[in-house]
């Protein structure tokens, strides 16, 4: 799991927020598959609506430039980002994501290795609306400041708890990466953050160039195109 901040800034978010308040939600089952449509309390925009269109195309923009979000999930295809409303006691049980989902309009699919969520209100203005992500060695609960977002293994069983109070807003999508193994992902990530602080405190140091080479061969060895 990896909590990256600041996607959105407060200015993107309030416009993203007037939007959405003025949006024609739709029940939130109409997408779920027999399953999760039995757990699935909420409402979201349709796929083909030309606001969640709109904002999805944002996102997007937003995210080809948020470095961290590159560098943890190495995306080769991202699946245009959808947006939910929670409230009245929404919620959504536990459940696992589908693994493959198709781009509306197009023949492209997307196998879903990571699971995504960009918060777009704070949390203040609602009660509940926790996300639970199981881990292996225990359950973590997420719930960030306007413009965060979480990223985690789309495999994992994970759910949103009963809004009780006010309204909770997030735009939620998946990633294919170009690693599919997320122990994998975890190391690149890793060897990255290590590049990037050596880059700071030796630029000219030899063992940058060798390991920047590791990064990129390692890339090239477990990459899926």
């Not at 799991?1 to 007037?18: F, G, Q």
């Not at 399953?35 to 904002?55: C, S, Y």
């Amino acid at each position: 799991m990896e909590i990256i901040p600041d996607v959105l800034t407060p200015a993107e978010v309030s416009r993203c927020r007037e939007l959405l308040d003025r949006a024609a939600w739709q029940d939130g089952k109409t997408t779920a598959g027999h399953i999760a449509a039995r757990v699935k309390q909420n409402q979201q925009l349709a796929q083909d609506d030309p606001l969640a269109g709109e904002l999805s195309a944002f996102v997007l923009e937003k995210l080809s430039t948020t470095s961290r979000f590159m560098a943890a999930a190495l995306p080769l295809k991202v699946l245009p980002p959808r947006f939910n409303r929670y409230a009245d006691s929404g919620t959504y049980g536990y459940h696992i994501d589908n693994a493959i989902f198709s781009v509306p309009g197009t023949p492209t699919r997307v196998r879903g290795d990571l699971s995504a969520t960009l918060f777009l209100n704070d949390v203040d203005e609602y009660d509940g609306g926790e996300l639970l992500i199981q881990g292996e060695l225990a359950t973590h609960e997420v719930k960030l400041p306007a413009g965060h977002m979480v990223l985690y293994p789309a495999n994992t069983f994970h759910q949103v708890t009963p809004v009780t109070r006010g309204v909770r807003l997030a735009s939620f999508f998946w990633i294919q990466s170009l690693v599919r193994e997320a122990n994998r992902r975890a190391m690149l990530l890793d060897l990255d953050d290590t590049i990037q602080d050596l880059a700071e405190e030796a630029p000219d140091s030899e063992a940058l160039d060798r390991l920047t080479g590791l990064y990129h061969n390692l890339l090239r060895e477990w990459s899926i195109t």
